[in-house]
């Protein structure tokens, strides 16, 4: 687990929200594939570049879970191009995983970020990735054919989110981009969860409250 969700983790646990694993049912892929969901995820896979008869499938993965809801931390790899693709699927409009225009922004804002954790070649294809989106580009280049690692981990972005919706699991994603103001200042939840100061504990519990409770 990374430091930044360690410690999201702990101020979770001092506010009583116990972490547990695995305390979701597993989601069954015939009954996911006869369902509407199915049909707009497929579609996303296709817009995206997909060349497979079938979409590639997976078990959703969570970050940090807990009695009544799941939680993911969206960092750097999770902004760019084929995330936008992802965001326009009909059902987001219907979810309150995270604010929609902002990832959005997100996407479009953040992507050069993106390029610097993401440009080495484990990240950016690898056999897996081109069986489903075919080959790449240079590492690098999004022009043309881009990054089939990218478009991989922005679809599997998208079929969490969906089979969550299918399984009517409480989904909250946290973006290292959103922000919070403290003493009129506005400040990423990544420098917040980076600095690990103690004077700002209560400004991201109270933050992670309003996200558990929405």
């Known amino acids: 687990m990374g430091s930044k969700l360690d410690y999201l983790l702990e101020i979770l646990e001092k506010n009583q929200h116990r972490h547990l694993r695995k305390s979701f049912p597993l989601i ?29 499938f997976k078990q959703a993965e969570w970050d940090l879970e807990f009695e009544s809801f799941a939680i993911i931390l969206d960092e750097e790899y999770s902004f760019n191009r084929y995330r936008a693709v992802t965001l326009k699927a009909p059902f987001y409009l219907g979810t309150h995983y995270f604010n929609l225009e902002n990832y959005k922004r997100y996407c479009r804002q953040f992507e050069s970020e993106c390029l610097k954790a993401g440009r080495k070649i484990s990240n950016w294809s690898d056999r897996e990735s081109e069986k489903h989106f075919g080959e790449s580009e240079e590492p690098g280049d999004l022009a043309l054919k881009g990054s089939a690692k990218w478009k991989e981990r922005a679809f599997f972005d998208l079929l969490t989110d969906a089979m969550a919706a299918f399984g009517k699991i409480k989904l909250i994603r946290i973006s290292i981009y959103d922000n919070i103001l403290i003493n009129n200042q506005i400040i990423k939840i990544d420098n917040l969860l980076s600095s690990r100061n103690p004077l700002n504990e209560k400004y991201l519990w109270n933050y992670f409250q309003r996200r558990i409770q929405a």
Not at 33 to 45: A, G, H, I, N
């Open 28 to 56: 069954k892929e015939e009954n996911f594939r006869k369902s509407d969901l199915y049909k707009e995820v497929k579609e996303t896979y296709m817009n995206l570049g997909g060349i497979t008869a079938e979409i590639p």
